[in-house]
């Protein structure tokens, strides 16, 4: 039996973390989901995940600073990258996380469509 893929979830809002567990689980994903940075760290490295789904903006530490974390780590997880904000963050988002050679997947701008957020969670 093939093991399901291991999904990474990092958001300050749980509506969103409800979400994007809802969707993942029902697409076959396992899920853990992470409320800060602190904790995502914590997960990320007790069990290295397939896929990360990671917000932008949060109030601790943000997304780009979660990026260089996992850049630091060689990460090889393939990342999701979400954002409620200007478009343009996004993007300079997605060019530093192939600057650092990161696995980048998807850009999901929120609030996103279910059907864009599975499609996203089947590409990775």
Not at 3 to 28: A, M, N, R
Not at 58 to 86: F, Q, T, V
Request: charged fraction near 25%; proline fraction near 4%; include cysteine.
């Amino acid at each position: 039996i093939m093991s399901s893929k291991h999904i990474l979830v990092v958001d300050d809002d749980p509506g969103v973390l409800e979400i994007v567990q809802e969707v993942s689980e029902q697409l076959g994903f396992d899920v853990t989901v992470a409320h800060d940075s602190a904790e995502f760290k914590a997960l990320y490295a007790a069990a290295i995940p397939d896929l990360i789904v990671l917000d932008l903006v949060m109030p601790d530490e943000d997304g780009i600073d979660l990026m260089r974390y996992l850049a630091e780590k060689k990460c090889s997880s393939k990342l999701i990258i979400m954002s409620g904000y200007n478009p343009l963050y996004l993007r300079s988002s997605e060019t530093l996380a192939r600057d650092w050679g990161l696995s980048f997947t998807a850009v999901l701008t929120k609030p996103f469509d279910l059907e864009v957020l599975e499609a996203a969670l089947l590409a990775a």
